[in-house]
């Protein structure tokens, strides 16, 4: 897959990626995807237009609430990916549940606007005309399945059980 990268920082919190005033005035993900981080940029939504992206942070993205709705609004507004050097427990579960992948890397060589590519299969980012190659935390064969099923209700629905497998 290959992308372009929107870069924010560090301790992303889940009210940045979308805003606790919507938690429940906005049900349909579709939505709610126009207003993914519009507190940093109220732009952002159009920015990305219906263009499939990655998100690229720093430490601890997604710390605060444990709101499904963060993960959700990224997904739906077309991010394929988020990659950043580490991520909050639950926004990391809640990620994986809906089939967002969630890619643990060093992303300082990452610049703003980059176009990189992610091969899961290699565990490799590779930076634009290969300027830099960064090696990512494998998935588990779980989380594999959950991203191509497109998350735990879909992977419930094709297996008929939760096979946690390594």
């Not at 565990?123 to 494998?138: F, S, T």
């Amino acid at each position: 897959m290959k992308y372009i990268a929107y870069k924010f920082g560090n301790d992303i919190n889940t009210d940045l990626i979308i805003s606790g005033r919507y938690k429940f005035s906005i049900t349909d993900p579709n939505q709610l995807a126009k207003h993914v981080f519009e507190d940093i940029d109220p732009e952002f939504y159009k920015k990305v237009g219906k263009d499939k992206f990655f998100v690229v942070a720093g430490t601890n993205f997604g710390c605060g609430s444990s709101r499904e709705q963060a993960p959700m609004a990224l997904k739906y507004a077309g991010c394929q990916g988020v990659l950043a050097k580490s991520f909050a427990r639950i926004f990391y579960r809640n990620a994986f549940n809906l089939g967002l992948p969630l890619i643990e890397c060093d992303t300082g060589k990452i610049k703003k606007d980059d176009v990189v590519e992610l091969d899961i299969e290699k565990g490799v980012v590779v930076g634009p005309e290969k300027q830099y190659a960064l090696h990512i935390k494998p998935f588990t064969k779980f989380q594999r399945n959950l991203i191509s099923s497109g998350g735990i209700v879909n992977y419930y629905k094709k297996y008929g059980e939760l096979r946690i497998e390594s």
